[in-house]
């Protein structure tokens, strides 16, 4: 079936969230893709319509492989995130049009399922340590979460979500490394005795800390049981990465600023984690992450896929369709869907119990509402910044 036009859905709706549209000979089916990338939404959807699109109109939307190899080797600049997001909306896209015609879920045309529902977490936010605890317990109590999720240093990640306004400048917020290190301890001990030791306790360290402080903050955690510490390190040096495996046992999950399968071997061949967590959107898309889970599943390494609130629910579904088809899946990351991107964005998984379901439905078993979406334009927006109060010099965010 070839592809008549590929259109981009850009909009805001708390969030600013790029889609992608792919039509095809038949006016019945059409792909829906997920190509969001948090403060460059605009060079993802330049990249698509004034580029790829041109070439992918009267393509054959079944070859997958054939159009994904196109875009990633035949461009020649190979990679990059906004790049990689562009192929991955497309590729998300033709997949939804796979099982569209086939008649298919997603998961059917992965192998088909091996576990019934999804195991979650979700992310303990609030504005102070009070706040969060009581959050903590009643995720556990009221909510029924196994597993829950704490984020190092910051407050709340609201700086992530942008439908406060547009923004000329990132905000700046105020974080030390060096000297915060035990604060970052003595929180988890205290969110651990507060939920008891059956529960999971995520602890996302967000790429922020040298690899000495993380092997410090790490090693104090031990026993205090983390279910996984996450993306303790910056991703740029996999000695580092290596460095802070040998020095700690606790499991580690890593891999969210990964941009390429290439960028996950050497963490994953020498067992220097136990969860690779790529964002679907910045690998491109479910052929890659097929091909990264594969590998993964090969050394004994399991799947924990990116699912923050800043990919929309195309992405958590595919990664619903990924997990209930993978024997290595590990957890999933579960975002808390509010109601305006209800309004645009119609389907995926749904929480209960601390597991996620989804509705059988032919592809991946999502749509955008285009009405709604146009209620909510694009608004500018930057992932914050990080500055130590000291000196004001940058550091990771
Ligand atoms: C996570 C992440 C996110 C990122 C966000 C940046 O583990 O969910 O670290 O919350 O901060 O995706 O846009
Ligand atoms: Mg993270």
């Given at each position: 079936m070839k592809i008549t036009d590929v259109r981009t859905i850009l909009t805001c709706p708390k969030q600013n969230y790029l889609?992608?549209?792919?039509?095809?000979?038949?006016?019945e089916i059409y792909g829906i893709g997920d190509a969001s990338m948090n403060g460059r939404e605009k060079a993802v959807e330049d990249l698509t319509l004034e580029y790829l699109r041109p070439m992918l109109i009267g393509m054959d939307?079944?070859?997958?492989?054939?159009i994904w190899q196109l875009i990633y080797r035949g461009t020649y600049w190979r990679g990059g995130n906004i790049m990689m997001s562009a192929l991955c909306g497309i590729d998300m896209a033709l997949w939804d049009i796979k099982g569209k015609t086939a008649g298919l879920p997603l998961y059917s045309l992965l192998g088909g399922k091996v576990r019934d529902r999804v195991l979650c977490y979700s992310h303990v936010l609030g504005k102070t340590n009070e706040e969060k605890i009581e959050k903590a317990a009643n995720f556990v109590?009221?909510?029924?979460?196994?597993?829950?999720?704490?984020?190092?240093?910051?407050?709340?990640?609201?700086?992530?979500?942008?439908?406060?306004?547009?923004?000329n400048t990132p905000k700046v917020e105020d974080?030390?490394?060096?000297?915060?290190?035990?604060?970052?301890?003595?929180?988890?001990?205290?969110?651990?005795?507060?939920?008891?030791?059956?529960?999971g306790i995520i602890y996302d360290l967000h790429e922020r800390f040298s690899p000495e402080r993380a092997i410090y903050i790490m090693r104090k955690l031990e026993p205090y049981n983390p279910f996984f510490?996450?993306?303790?390190?910056?991703?740029?040096?996999?000695?580092?990465?290596?460095?802070?495996?040998?020095?700690?046992?606790?499991?580690?999950?890593?891999?969210?600023?990964?941009?390429?399968?290439?960028e996950c071997l050497p963490g994953i061949t020498n067992r220097w984690l136990d969860f690779i967590r790529c964002d679907l959107i910045r690998i491109g898309g479910i052929t890659e992450a097929r091909k990264i889970g594969a590998i993964a599943e090969t050394y004994d390494v399991k799947t924990a896929w990116h699912g923050p609130n800043d990919v929309s629910p195309v992405t958590h579904a595919v990664n619903w369709h990924l997990n209930v088809s993978a024997y290595n899946f590990g957890i999933q990351e579960d975002g808390t869907v509010d109601d305006t991107v209800k309004e645009v964005v119609k389907g995926g998984p749904v929480y209960k119990d601390g597991y996620l379901t989804m509705e059988d439905k032919p592809g991946i078993g999502c749509d955008i509402d285009e009405e709604a979406a146009k209620r909510y334009p694009y608004q500018r927006a930057y992932i914050p910044v990080c500055r130590r109060p000291g000196d004001n010099s940058l550091c990771d965010w």
């Open positions: 889609f992608i549209k792919i039509m095809t000979e038949d006016p939307a079944d070859r997958i492989e054939e109590q009221e909510k029924g979460l196994k597993v829950i999720r704490l984020r190092a240093g910051l407050p709340s990640a609201n700086g992530t979500l942008n439908a406060a306004g547009p923004q974080w030390d490394p060096e000297f915060w290190a035990d604060e970052m301890t003595d929180y988890f001990i205290k969110i651990r005795q507060v939920v008891g030791d059956k529960v510490i996450e993306d303790p390190i910056a991703p740029d040096c996999f000695e580092s990465l290596k460095t802070v495996r040998e020095h700690t046992n606790v499991p580690i999950a890593f891999g969210e600023l990964y941009k390429s399968r290439w």
